[in-house]
């Protein structure tokens, strides 16, 4: 089976050709490496001691798109690429709109062009604004609150109403809980580019010394110790979770929806003490107002895709916090050093 990972150069598209690999699937990556390297490519190659392929190609370049269709008997497409800064998508949003959006309608019309038919798509659980309750439920209401939540929400949509014109496709929408971690062997992690804007990556340049303190946004929420609670899921067992799909998937099963997140919620003074136990250092942080659009807390309801696919997250948050440990340590400026 060979698999088009459009994406693949990125955070949690590097993790999951690791996956792939290890059960054997032939992987093409798609990449513009607009927010990676190739070097995260080069790792996974030494990570698995198997080969992929990779084209530096643009989803919203057609014809780039088509050159690897035709140059590859594709059986199926985990579709990951995408710009992703929540801040920066309030403030370029038709960028984001053409990124996503554009991107994805490129890569789905080709698909069709070549029979094609099989998608999992990288969704998140900002599909779900802000809860009614906890923990989030597939069938809970959606909405959005940013462009970035926005260009999510249509891309479910989109593939939705595909679906409903043309029952031959296979759609697989994988709403991520928050990924944080990184391969066991500190080889590939998450390379964000400038300062982090999310929790984990900043926590864990506060530790390397980089970044003086933490900001922590708001100790004043409805949660057990008022910081934000949020359900942290290590990226192995994301990158396991679209292992789980695919064999469900080839059986046509039509349309899915998963949420693919621990059932666990941690607060951010939760997450400071695990990282701080992982690192043997202090993170020192200042409480600041709350974040405009967050939300109090978040956490899923993660049966359904433990009884459809046999999928749960198994790793701890011990686990988490020493994986994102290990691969700041041995890469402080990320991939960065081997250029
Ligand atoms: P990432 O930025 O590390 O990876 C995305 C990859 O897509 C990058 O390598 C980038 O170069 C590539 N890309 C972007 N636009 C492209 C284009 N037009 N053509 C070709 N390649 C392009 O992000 P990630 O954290 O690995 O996220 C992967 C997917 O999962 C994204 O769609 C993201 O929105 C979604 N997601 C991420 C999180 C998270 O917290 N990391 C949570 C929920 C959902
Ligand atoms: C953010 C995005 C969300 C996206 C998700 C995964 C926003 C508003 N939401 O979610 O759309 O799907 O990332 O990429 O950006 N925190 C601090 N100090 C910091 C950073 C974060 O206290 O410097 C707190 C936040 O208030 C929150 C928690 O840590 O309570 C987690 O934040 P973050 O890692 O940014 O993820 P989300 O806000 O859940």
Same mark, same amino acid.
């Given at each position: ?17 690791? &996956? ?20 995260? /490519?080069?790792?996974?190659?030494? !990570? ?7 084209? @530096?190609?643009? /989803?919203?370049? @057609? ?36 990124? $996503?959006?554009?991107?994805? /309608? +490129? ?10 038919? $099989? ?19 597939? &069938? ?8 970035? %939540?926005?260009?999510?929400?249509? !891309? ?16 697989? /929408? ?12 500190? &080889? ?5 580019? %400038? ?32 910081? %934000?609670?949020?359900?942290? !899921? ?17 059986? +046509?099963?039509?349309?899915? !929806?998963?949420?693919? %997140? ?7 003074? &939760? ?8 690192? $043997? ?32 997250? $198994? ?25």
């Amino acid at each position: 089976m060979k698999i088009l990972v459009t994406g693949g150069a990125g955070y949690i598209g590097s993790h999951t050709c690791v &996956e792939l690999l290890n059960e054997n699937y032939d992987v093409v990556v798609l990449d513009n490496l607009s927010n990676s390297s190739e070097e995260s /490519l080069t790792r996974v190659k030494n !990570i698995t001691e198997k080969s992929l392929e990779f084209y @530096k190609a643009d /989803l919203l370049n @057609k014809k780039q798109i088509a050159t690897v269709f035709s140059e590859h008997k594709i059986d199926g497409v985990i579709h990951f690429a995408g710009l992703k800064a929540v801040g920066e998508s309030v403030s370029i949003p038709l960028k984001y709109f053409h990124n $996503n959006i554009t991107g994805t /309608l +490129n890569l789905l019309a080709v698909m069709n062009d070549f029979n094609v038919k $099989n998608i999992v798509f990288s969704s998140s659980a900002t599909v779900y604004g802000d809860p009614a309750s906890l923990p989030i439920k597939e &069938e809970f209401p959606l909405s959005a609150t940013n462009p970035y %939540g926005r260009t999510k929400l249509m !891309i479910e949509e989109i593939l939705q109403d595909l679906y409903h014109s043309d029952k031959n496709w296979n759609i697989a /929408l994988l709403r991520y809980f928050n990924p944080i971690g990184a391969h066991k062997s500190g &080889e590939i992690g998450e390379d964000p580019c %400038g300062i982090p804007n999310n929790l984990v990556p900043y926590i864990s340049q506060v530790a390397i010394g980089f970044l003086p303190w933490l900001s922590v946004f708001g100790n004043d929420y409805d949660t057990p110790d008022g910081t %934000g609670v949020r359900d942290y !899921i290590h990226v192995v067992d994301l990158a396991l979770g679209h292992i789980k799909t695919l064999p469900k998937l080839f059986t +046509n099963p039509g349309l899915l !929806i998963y949420n693919l %997140g621990t059932g666990s919620g941690y607060s951010v003074l &939760e997450m400071i003490k695990g990282f701080e136990a992982a690192s $043997n250092k202090k993170i020192p942080y200042k409480i600041v107002d709350r974040r405009p659009g967050d939300i109090a807390a978040c956490w899923a309801d993660p049966a359904k895709a433990q009884e459809e696919l046999g999928w749960k997250a $198994n790793k701890t948050l011990a686990d988490m916090c020493k994986d994102t440990w290990n691969w700041q340590k041995k890469n402080p400026n990320g991939y960065l050093e081997s250029l």
